[in-house]
């Protein structure tokens, strides 16, 4: 393997500092100078008529500066997808939802604001509250959306291969059904905004978000400003895993009001709101029919998904689409059929969360796979290495596998895990289970449908050549982009991370997607690669114009250049830096030319070194409807070892140990790649056995706090061996492809078949609560 210098190593965050000291400062912490505070009226209700609105009252209290409804925001529909534009800022006819926003005020302080919000007075009209799939389903159901009869938001229906023809050559055939609970993001920072509008018709915002892009697109449509009159800027942010992904409307409500006032209006979400908000995880209902031949080769597949959406789309279409596709792989799976249905209902929208649409369908088809090679009388692990694909397969719905270490993740885990020593072998109580997953390493395509860049940015030199300075609007929201991007740009232009000063998260910086999809370390680190390249490419042009030394005998690396043929006299340009530099103390010295001193004579030359780059993909995958859903330049994939303790007594489920081995692609920092597995494995052992989202028969949530919507903690989780597999991904910078989320894909379901293993009880709903478990083993005794 070829030696770098800054990546693949561990080298520490460069926001650690920042964090660790609490001189980070989040949208929450920001203030400024005549600032008004905003606060939402929210519905009560889940499904009613609006009769009439009277802000009268809330008008007239001292203190109050705006008060806004539909009627001053308009009724310009938005959301995620154009596919499905279907929510305004503000409620005009009816609400959807328990939180559905109908007015907002800006006040002096936010104690006024509330209180002004507690005046206004909304006339409703009930409506029948339908808040499930099979109410909103019914025939004769009152329609949440009029134009969307039937309450089906979406539905998808595709088929690869034949299955039906395949079904006739299987020896085992088998339908089970899974779902699992609604959850929360259950990120540390609640949303917050900050919005400004100047004299000169200017509108900043900064946003606790994921996306700068996306919500600076949608604040220009929503309230008709240029783009280009429109700046995004994200501080620093505690956390989002999707459901900060797209705009809010306290942030398109706080842009209005500031515009309204001339005066600068912060706003924030409480946990609460939170939770009304939502567009976390939707829950899933699968149903899935798997064939395989007495071999234990999988022939067929139907996946028939129903998912309960909520009041609105967000990025529901995506959701709908990625339930069914993303388990064409990593198996060899020739016949492939999907029925998909999202259903609107009156309660908070679901959206993306880590692992986006595929894990609840991971976890369920994981499990049944256990099943049949237990029919079979394999081993899992040697049932799913029977089906493996391998770099250079194509899966059924025209995913390439450019690289794929599959095979290499399950032998990592099957002898790290020491499985054969403990398979069939532990007492009754103790059990191991196994699972894949797969996820991609970005969309494909934007979501608006657009050919615009997926990524750009933008490399400054300072004057002196001592500093490189990185832009980029990509969003770091705690997963360490920053850092992965800083060591690129370092290795790229060979200097050290020290040496680059990372400045991300502001659209001023350029267009990037933002931090979704595992899409900032493939797409992101292209854009910041091309144009670490682009100013390397500057300086020895400089450099060869000033040595007489062509561009392609030199290179820069450790933050010297290297003359491949001999090194020529380079003692003028050191005296033209050192007079440049008259006073300093740590003037250049040594045998070598320093980059500073070939970025010095560059800038002297040439003016201010500006390097650029700019990625998206190429055209992928098929032309079928939905191809552009689940396509991307690379797949990720994962394999997990999970041994629990189940108390037989309470059904209390203890992980005892995690074995967890990735393909990455390539390791830019190996300790971060590391990190994002364990917070996966973290995420996915709390949906495992903890979360729900509940709501009482009034579409209010039950447990909107961290304190009723329970999370793991540090005590929950066991050590984690994690093991990374680097595959050299041939359409990543380095090679490198995604961790982010790929690897939550296989801890529910190694969980699930460890709790089999160790009391023989399948669980096909979760969460794998004490009592539900407890329930189930109790059954089994009865039979």
């Known amino acids: 393997m070829k030696a770098y210098n800054v990546i693949n190593t561990r080298l520490p965050r460069v926001d650690a500092r920042a964090k660790a000291t609490g001189d980070a400062r989040y949208t929450a912490d920001l203030s400024m100078p005549n600032m008004l505070y905003g606060a939402m009226l929210q519905s009560p209700l889940a499904h009613a008529k609006i009769l009439n609105i009277d802000v009268t009252a809330a008008k007239k209290l001292p203190g109050v500066r705006d008060v806004v409804t539909w009627k001053e925001a308009g009724l310009v529909k938005y959301g995620v997808s154009p596919a499905r534009y279907d929510e305004q800022v503000f409620c005009s006819d009816k609400v959807r939802y328990v939180g559905d926003e109908i007015a907002a005020v800006a006040a002096v302080d936010l104690e006024t604001a509330m209180e002004a919000v507690s005046l206004i007075k909304v006339d409703y009209e009930e409506l029948p509250v339908l808040l499930d799939i099979e109410s909103a389903m019914a025939e004769g159901a009152i329609a949440i959306h009029e134009d969307f009869p039937g309450n089906v938001s979406a539905e998808v229906h595709q088929e690869f291969g034949n299955f039906e023809e395949a079904l006739k050559e299987c020896d085992i055939v088998r339908t089970d059904r899974f779902t699992n ?115 234990g080769t999988i022939m067929a597949l139907h996946n028939t998904c129903y998912l309960d959406g909520g009041a609105y789309s967000s990025f529901g279409i995506a959701t709908i689409y990625y339930a069914g596709s993303l388990l064409g792989a990593p198996y060899r799976l020739p016949n492939m059929k999907y029925d998909g249905y999202r259903i609107y209902t009156n309660k908070p929208t679901c959206g993306a969360q880590r692992g986006h649409g595929g894990v609840a369908a991971r976890a369920g088809w994981e499990q049944q796979l256990d099943t049949i090679a237990a029919e079979l009388n394999m081993d899992p692990v040697e049932f799913r290495l029977k089906n493996m694909m391998k770099t250079g397969d194509v899966t059924c719905n025209d995913f390439n596998m450019s690289s794929l270490g599959m095979q290499e993740c399950l032998e990592g885990v099957r002898d790290g895990s020491n499985w054969a020593a403990k398979k069939g072998k532990l007492p009754r109580g103790k059990g191991i289970g196994v699972a894949c997953g797969f996820f991609v390493s970005g969309a494909g395509y934007p979501i608006y449908r657009s050919e615009t860049f997926h990524s750009t940015a933008t490399i400054r030199l300072t004057e002196d050549g001592g500093g490189v300075n990185l832009y980029t609007a990509s969003a770091e929201i705690g997963q360490g982009s920053d850092t992965i991007l800083g060591q690129i740009a370092a290795e790229a232009l060979g200097v050290s991370l020290d040496d680059v000063m990372v400045h991300s998260g502001d659209t001023d910086f350029g267009v990037d997607l933002g931090a979704y999809s595992s899409r900032q370390t493939l797409m992101s680190g292209h854009a910041v690669k091309m144009a670490a390249e682009d100013t390397k490419r500057q300086v020895l042009e400089a450099l060869s114009e000033q040595l007489g030394v062509t561009v392609g005998d030199m290179d820069i690396a450790g933050g010297v250049v290297i003359f491949r043929k001999g090194k020529p006299d380079f003692s003028r340009l050191r005296t033209l830096y050192i007079k440049e530099h008259r006073g300093w103390e740590d003037q250049p010295s040594g045998a070598e030319l320093t980059f500073r001193e070939a970025a010095r004579v560059a800038f002297i030359t040439r003016g201010v070194i500006i390097g650029n780059g700019a990625y998206k993909p190429g055209e992928l995958g098929g032309k079928y409807k939905g191809a552009a859903v689940g396509t991307s330049p690379a797949y990720g994939c994962s394999a997990q070892v999970v041994e629990v303790t189940v108390d037989e007594q309470t059904g209390k489920v203890t992980i005892d140990a995690m074995t967890d081995a990735h393909d990455c692609g390539f390791a830019i920092n190996r300790t971060n790649v590391e990190g994002q597995m364990q917070g996966s494995l973290s995420m996915g052992l709390g949906e495992a056995l903890f979360e729900e989202v509940r709501f009482d028969a009034k579409g209010r949530v039950a447990n909107a706090s961290l304190g009723e919507y329970r999370i793991p903690t540090a005590l929950d989780m066991p050590n984690v061996k994690t093991v990374i597999i680097e595959s050299d991904e041939p359409n990543g910078p380095f090679g490198a492809k995604e961790v982010g989320e790929g690897a939550i894909m296989p801890t529910i379901p190694a969980i699930l078949n460890a709790i089999y293993d160790a009391v023989g009880v399948r669980i096909n709903e979760l969460p794998v609560t004490s009592e539900r478990l407890f329930a189930a083993m109790k059954e089994k005794q009865k039979k």
């Open 181 to 295: 609970k609604r959850q929360d993001g259950g990120f540390l920072e609640p949303q917050a905004c900050l919005a400004q509008y100047d004299l000169n018709g200017n509108l900043t915002l900064w946003s606790s978000t994921q996306s700068v892009h996306y919500v600076q697109r949608s604040i220009a449509m929503v309230l008709g400003l240029p783009v280009g009159k429109v700046r995004v800027v994200k501080p620093y942010v505690g956390g989002g895993f999707g459901p900060k992904a797209a705009v809010n409307a306290m942030e398109i409500a706080a842009c209005l009001m500031s515009k309204r006032t001339g005066r600068p209006v912060k706003m924030l979400f409480s946990r609460e709101q939170v939770f009304l908000h939502s567009r976390a995880r939707h829950q899933f209902f699968h149903e899935f029919t798997t064939g395989v031949k007495k071999d």
